[in-house]
């Protein structure tokens, strides 16, 4: 079964850490490309950092210096890390997996909630 699983939000106060994880299975997850979404209720959703194969993550500009993202394709798991967490980066956070060439995201996990109180 193809799916991706997130762990690991919760809530948190301002200036805090977390850590997601997003355990991938059922495709060969060290052929696509994998990022973290997040969306906050009533906005859109955003891409909040991405890492492919080799080349260095990319990330959102309103979390550079802050979250760092990482892959274990042994694992089959993608990670983020959330440090000096603000009330604006509550959201329903996803991870995602694409093919390479894809213009989209073909796979989502279920979500995974992160609230940062100020």
């Known amino acids: 079964q193809v799916q991706l699983v997130e762990s690991g939000g919760g809530s948190v106060q301002s200036g805090g850490s977390l850590r997601l994880s997003c355990a991938a299975s059922g495709f060969p997850y060290a052929d696509y490309i994998v990022a973290w979404f997040r969306q906050a209720p009533a906005k859109e959703r955003e891409m909040v950092a991405s890492v492919g194969f080799g080349a260095k993550p990319t990330y959102a500009d309103s979390v550079k210096g802050r979250f760092t993202v990482a892959r274990e394709n042994i694992k089959k798991t993608l990670y983020l890390w959330l440090n000096s967490l603000k009330p604006e980066d509550t959201a329903m956070y996803y991870c995602?997996?694409?093919?390479?060439?894809?213009?989209?995201?073909?796979?989502w996990g279920q979500g995974i909630q992160v609230t940062v109180s100020s």
């Open positions: 995602a997996a694409r093919r390479d060439g894809a213009g989209e995201y073909q796979i």
